[in-house]
């Protein structure tokens, strides 16, 4: 099924998603890829306050290529999601929406996913080019010395991605496998 929604997301709407539907993604949207979950994990280790506040944030891995003159944004595709596994279910506690990234997540995000009444989504890898074209705004909000690392907020129209994990837990990497293998 095809949807629309918007960023931040609300809980409702998370809920309502469900593994294997697309959606397409208005509003605003973070990038933070390792190097900045790992700094806003000591941050609150520290007793310090997040830069952006989580509540119903949609955080995309990913780091971009440099903009070209008169883009926003250079190539943006996602980064591989697993890399943030031991900092998401913090982030997913303080109330964080949605993650777009590729590939699985561990057995812990999944349970903060259904915790927390979250999802996880899926844009497609080597789109980057492609998906940068949904992009009408880039700016460093945090972190600039992390170069392409620093969380930024983008502001998006249209987004493309995939729900992979819905906020009951059901994972379309596995739903898929086993609908194929009963072909």
């Known amino acids: 099924m095809e949807k629309r929604i918007n960023a931040p997301i609300e809980k409702e ?49 990913m780091g971009p290529s440099p903009a070209r003159e008169g883009r926003p944004i250079g190539s943006a595709g996602p980064t591989t999601a697993s890399r943030m ?9 303080m109330g964080m929406g949605a993650m777009i990234g590729k590939g699985k997540r561990s057995p812990q995000v999944v349970e903060g996913i259904v915790r927390n009444g979250a999802v996880y989504l899926a844009a497609i890898g080597g789109a ?3 998906l940068s074209k949904c992009i009408r705004e880039s700016e460093i909000v945090a972190y600039e010395d992390l170069g392409t690392e620093a969380i930024r907020k983008l502001t998006v129209e249209g987004f493309p991605a995939i729900v992979v994990i819905d906020s009951e837990g059901n994972n ?12």
């Open 13 to 61: 709407a998370a809920r309502s998603l469900r593994a294997g539907d697309f959606v397409y993604i208005d509003g605003t949207i973070y990038t933070a890829r390792d190097a900045a979950h790992k700094r806003m994990l000591e941050a609150l280790e520290k007793g310090e306050t997040l830069p952006i506040d989580m509540e119903g944030t949609v955080i995309y891995y």
């Open 128 to 130: 980057g080019a492609l």
């Open 172 to 183: 379309l990497y596995e739903t898929a496998l086993e609908e194929y293998r009963t072909l």
């Open 85 to 93: 596994d031991k900092y998401t279910p913090t982030l997913l506690d």
